[in-house]
């Protein structure tokens, strides 16, 4: 909505009320990719790679490592011949996963948080410390 004000020397002002959008706070986003990332637990099902060991030559000494072979992908499959889905509930008993135990868990055990360090090195590097 516009309204017309004036000022001292009594020539109109407009100044413009409407409210402008805003990003919303750092924790609001990230709990919107946790809905997201447990919505998508029902709908993509599981899978996996195979691995393959690579030997590589640097600087003059061979070395290898463990790769994962990009044709390899195959869905999981259970005893009848269906896919599985590994869904996420809201809540888990057991320190299961759980949507709305990530913040418990997440004050109450830093074993986790090593783990998932571990795990996001490997990720990026291939290695685990």
Known sequence: MDYILQNSIDHPVITNTKKSWQVPDTLI???MVGVLATLLTYLIPAGSFSQQTVSFIADGVEK????IDPASFT???DA???????TVGLFSAG???GLMNFM?????????FRLWLNCTHYAITGTFR
């Not at 290898?64 to 790769?67: A, P």
């Not at 009848?80 to 590994?86: A, I, P, R, T």
């Not at 418990?104 to 986790?112: A, P, Q, R, W, Y």
């Open 29 to 31: 986003i990230i709990f």
């Open 64 to 67: 290898t490592r463990t790769v």
């Open 75 to 77: 869905y999981a499959i």
């Open 80 to 86: 009848s011949g269906d896919k599985v889905y590994n």
């Open 95 to 97: 320190g299961g996963i």
């Open 104 to 112: 418990f868990e997440g004050l109450v055990s830093g074993s986790n």
